[in-house]
């Protein structure tokens, strides 16, 4: 699922997982964010640029615990393909899928965007996390720049 960036407006706070320096960038366009992500290294890089956000260690495939409408918009970069993969016994990609979705949309404004760059391994990945987004509630277009790596 990806929606036109140019169209995102984002006035509150900003979740966004894997953001480490280019949250350099919102910053100096005056948006205030909140970095997630499941490795403490990837922080830590971030916290050595000093970049002027706030950073929350969480497995996003349990969700992401926010309250309702915190949100006017979210990025994601390279993140929710992660939620396909089972590395514990405990992981099943369709629930982590639908327990991250299901908790974004819950966390953004009526009207909120949300981008999200991904880089699935196969086609059945990608039908995996759009039907996770549309049931939970999103909707949009999938923009491909790479359509040959399915061929």
Not at 63 to 68: K, S
Not at 88 to 101: I, V
Request: with cysteine.
């Amino acid at each position: 699922m990806s929606w036109t960036p140019s169209s995102c407006v984002m006035r509150k706070k900003l979740p966004h997982p894997r953001l480490s320096v280019s949250g350099e960038t919102i910053t100096q366009n005056g948006h205030r964010w909140i970095r997630l992500d499941i490795s403490t290294s990837m922080n830590n890089i971030a916290l050595e640029h000093e970049v002027a956000g706030y950073f929350i260690l969480r497995d996003m495939g349990q969700g992401l615990g926010f309250r309702l409408g915190m949100f006017d918009g979210a990025i994601s970069i390279s993140t929710v393909q992660w939620l396909c993969n089972a590395d514990k016994f405990s992981h099943n990609p369709h629930l982590r899928l639908k327990a991250f979705f299901t908790s974004l949309y819950r966390c953004l404004t009526i009207g909120a965007r949300a981008v999200f760059q991904v880089y699935p391994e196969n086609l059945d990945q990608l039908e995996l996390i759009s039907k996770a987004a549309i049931s939970a509630g999103f909707g949009g277009v999938i923009l491909e720049d790479w359509p040959e790596r399915y061929e």
